[in-house]
């Protein structure tokens, strides 16, 4: 669980170490669905370059491969992302992307556990700071909306941290 929590912060690659460990065939498979969810099963299973990958090595049609490039070139943002990494130096690109990602939403910037959040939002003026599940809130009937959760109940990422906190009015 630390290689998970640190990871989270610093990596620099989409997926990051993580994803390079559950792609190692770790032994305890079963310990990583229960902690990490659903998500991480293409990664854990043996035959995964089957599930990834389409049919075998069919060659498109000529016309196919023609629309899949007239559809690209028409696509503005590629051809400006063309266009940047032509006028870019290697490094300067490189240095984009390494923003972009850091702004992509996949590292986590702060890390709380169920103390330090619920001291926090009581800092900042939240009352009835609650833990709460996937299924359960203040909110009425919440576990019909399967916001955080399956059909069958199951949390989406069972590692989460759910808190719920309220706002009092203010004069």
Known sequence: MRMELFDQMTRITSGGKMLEFLNSNPANKQFLIKRCGKEVL???LPNKEEINSSS???ALP???KLKQLMKKISDTSWLKEMLVRTL???SDYEALQSGRFQQS???HKHMYDRISIKELLQKIGF???TIQSHTSSFFPEWEDFNLDNSIQGEPR????LYIEAVKPNQP
Not at 157 to 160: A, C, G, L, Q
């Open 42 to 44: 293409p990664s854990l």
């Open 105 to 107: 939403g996949e590292l």
């Open 157 to 160: 990422k069972p590692d989460s």
């Open 88 to 90: 870019m130096s290697n």
């Open 127 to 129: 009352v009835k700071c």
């Open 62 to 64: 000529f016309h196919l």
């Open 56 to 58: 075998p090595d069919k």
